[in-house]
């Protein structure tokens, strides 16, 4: 079956750099993947939809200054998070469009905590 | 716009027992609604897909059930065991085709 993965699963950084995060499909093409944020206790919320070749889009409400996302292949969506705050501290899941009929296969995740 | 509710208080039932989850949405009815299984610490894994002409859909011991009228899916595992601990989401479509959450339900199966 369609494999997603995301790297790292953690990663604590400083206030104020940048924290790249990479997911790729493994055993498929992905022209469209899918970037959630989700705090504990909470539903995850979608940030914003990379296409492969063309600029993400992003829900209302997210920075798109702030979190670089990068659609560069077939296989690799990249999101960046810049200038990192406490607050930015989440779990941050990627996703691709299964085939019809079935789901979207997640990523692993990527704990980010931001000190 | 589109809002989903699932019983955000934990479910604790005995191994055995069937457990019952409930997902509502509150605005128009999608083409299709979705569950999926969150452990801790990781991401969502993929179990059913249910289609606004279908009343019920099964695999294995899951059966969901989808009612447009009521706006409604309810999810069920049979002969549950404490390996199906864990928080379950229900996922449907938005209007812009976008896949959005519920916030879950966390079960908890006793042995």
């Known amino acids: 079956g369609a494999v997603v993965s995301q790297h790292p699963s953690w990663v604590i950084c400083k206030s104020g750099t940048s924290v790249k995060i990479e997911c790729r499909s493994l055993?498929?093409?992905?022209?469209?993947m899918f970037w959630y944020r989700q705090f504990p206790k909470q539903s995850l919320m979608l940030m914003a939809t990379?296409?492969?070749?063309?600029?993400?889009?992003?829900e209302q409400g997210v920075e798109k200054d702030k979190f670089l996302i990068n659609h560069a292949s077939l296989t690799l969506s990249t999101l960046t998070v810049t200038s990192a705050h406490p607050e930015d501290s989440s779990f941050y899941i990627c996703s691709a469009r299964g085939e019809m009929g079935y789901g979207y296969t997640f990523g692993s995740g990527t704990r980010l905590t931001v000190v | 716009s589109q809002k989903i509710e699932q019983n955000s208080e934990a479910l604790n039932i005995q191994e055995g027992k069937t457990a019952t989850l409930t997902c509502n949405y509150t605005n128009y009815s999608p083409a299709y609604l979705q569950w999926y299984r969150q452990d801790p610490g990781r991401g969502p894994v993929f179990l059913l897909l249910?289609?606004?002409?279908?009343k019920e859909k099964r695999k294995e011991r899951l059966k969901v059930t989808f009612d447009t009228t009521l706006k409604q899916s309810l999810f069920h595992i049979t002969a549950s065991q404490p390996a199906d601990s864990a928080t379950y989401l229900c996922?449907?479509?938005?209007?812009?085709?976008?896949?959005?959450f519920g916030q879950g339900t966390e079960l908890s199966v006793k042995p």
């Open positions: 996922a449907l479509p938005n209007q812009g085709g976008k896949l959005i």
């Open positions: 249910i289609r606004e002409n279908e």
């Open positions: 055993d498929f093409q992905a022209t469209t």
């Open positions: 990379s296409n492969e070749g063309s600029k993400a889009t992003y």
